[in-house]
Structures are given as C-alpha cells and as structure tokens.
C-alpha cells in the first residue's frame, strides 16, 4: 500500500519531467564566458578569445571576430555598441565595437 500511494505522488513529476534545454548549433570553441542579445533577435555570446553572433535564435553562429584575448563578459548598449569586458593588463578593461 504504502509503494502504491507514493507512485500515486510521484506520477504527476514523472509526466512532466521533460527537458527544456535544446542543444544549439554553437558556438564552439571554448567555455561561453558571456551571452547578449539585442531586440531585433541577434545573439552575441563570447568565449575567452572570440566574439560570435546569430541572427537566427542560435540555429548558426559566425565568428566575428578572434582577435581579442582575456575576454570576460559582454554588454550591448541601447545604441547598439558592443562593449568587451576583459582584462585590464592586456587591453585596459573595456573595449568597444560598433
């Protein structure tokens, strides 16, 4: 009795349990160090030395750009700048890219 009542409280976990992550097409390339996005539905993500963008929801990434390093973090301004967050004994701290 008692296994019965707890397949009776578990079977609605059981259901539902899906996985609603979906594996993206990229980028590849190393650990995703930093994600953005912009309204118009283009991604940018950035790994330690590269800088890739979408325009597709993430179905493919292009490579914009490999020559930075020591990239930690991005961030998209509302005039669209893309700023670089990265180490500051290489570049300073912080880079920009219209």
């Keep these: 009795m008692k296994n019965l009542y707890m397949l009776f409280l578990l079977t609605p976990f059981l259901l539902l349990t899906q996985n609603?992550?979906?594996?993206?097409n990229g980028?590849?390339?190393?650990?995703?160090?930093?994600f953005a996005s912009r309204p118009t539905g283009e991604f940018y993500a950035v790994n330690n030395s590269?800088?890739?963008k979408s325009t597709n929801n993430g179905e493919?990434?292009?490579l914009l750009t490999s020559e930075v390093f020591n990239i930690n973090t991005i961030e998209i301004a509302p005039n669209g700048r893309i700023y670089l967050g990265v180490d500051f004994r290489v570049y300073g701290g912080l880079i920009m890219r219209d």
């Design 20 to 24: 609603p992550w979906v594996k993206t």
């Design 27 to 34: 980028p590849f390339g190393g650990t995703i160090e930093g």
């Design 50 to 52: 590269s800088l890739y």
């Design 60 to 62: 493919n990434w292009f």
